[in-house]
């Protein structure tokens, strides 16, 4: 009987020895991979055709051009300032002249229309027996030709007769010699015997005196600019003028001159850029001589090319904003050459600025003004948020230009970042790029994201910016803007993620 209750109590005993556990679900780890950019960054894309070209060899290059005009010549002014008394008349016929010339030295005329002017004559001391004195100007005609007469009677004798000269041409029209004297003719009526004193003359001619066609000589005569304003205008894309020193440019200038004068032109290239930092430039030849400007002929204006490239780069080291002209003047000199001009005379100047983009660079951000945007799925942000194990940025970046550099990833939940104000993203990653030279291929960079910076990926939009750092270079570089001239950038979000079987 007392075998029948061993088995029951030894298996008693040994169930009583033995812990049961619970089963366990199977899990495994799963690579979510969350893209994020896959774009081309073309030089190409600096282009706007206004200020940012490329040359015959695909050279990107800085360009911009302005213009500017000296003021319309207006009228000549002339000062004979004459005052010539006590001239007597005898007899009934004399032909005499009187000195009429600038008292400024500066202009001698061959021929002119009198715009505006005036002299003055009077008759004085007359014989009793005078009725009429006629005054014949040869030099000084009116439109037909007829030449200019001034009658004294008894009215006027001893008085001071005014002659305006509107409208008067003083010389001929083609004439090749200067006029420094006026010729006169002088008829006394009823004629008096040989020697006998008709009269005493005087002439005054004390106030300027305008001309407007004009031929002659012009002595240190100046012609200033019209507008020394800005008169080129230079906006750099992505901020440019802060990440690089342009080495090497070229001013042009093409002057159209419809001035019949030659002259020397000098002025001053003044350069301001947008730290208000100012540099001011000499305009002077590779020689250091001011400009000569040739006269335009009988026929026409003349066209005069200046290539102005003497210490122009000393000016472009400042990265100018806007370039303009000041002091700038025409200086006139034709010795004994005859010149030509009208009132409506002016000179015009283009200017052109040509920089090819062969640079030294500096460590400034180029920030790309596209903002990217991104959704992430619900269940990729669940996934990210309860079971990531790890996340990184991975990154391939091929670089097709000579220079290495840093990108710079900014990321945020909200739009609108702005690279220079951390308040307005959430983290920065930044990734180093070798050059063409030192690598041609993708480079690879992961980036390992710490928790508050994975936590971005678990909103449901996410914003990214990001900006193109250069790296110093002690020597210049050329970029060049053809379709093989770019940095191609691929990223995507690569996270490890704990997949656990549920019941």
Known sequence: MKKCYLLPIITLILLSACEVKKPTMPSWTVDLNIPLINDMFYVSDLVDSVNVVTDEHEVLTFVSNGEANTNQFGNLSYSPMVDEEGIPILGSELNFTVPFEDSAGKVSVAYAEIAEGIFQSRFRNLNPDVQQISLTFYDLYGENNQNLVITANPDNFGNWITTDLEGLHWGEANATQVIDELHISLQVSPALPAGVQAAIFDFKAMDAIEFGEFRGTLQDYPIGLEDTGSIVNIEYPYNLNHA???????????????????????????AINDEGEIYILDILDENGNNFQIEPSSETGPVTVDIPFQHNINELLQIMPTSIRIINGSFLINSGDNIGHLRPTDYMHLDYFINAPLIITLHNYDIVIKEEQEFNIPEENRERIQKNAVSVALNLDIQNKLPIGAAAKLFFSNTPDIDTQNPASYAFMKIAEIKSVNEDAGFQNVDLTLNENELNVFTAEQVYMRFAFSFNETGTPVTINASTADYIHLKGMVHATVLIEEEN
């Open 244 to 270: 690089i020193t342009l080495q090497n440019a070229m001013l042009q200038i093409t002057l159209t001159n419809y001035i019949g004068f030659g002259s020397v032109f000098s002025g001053q290239l003044e």
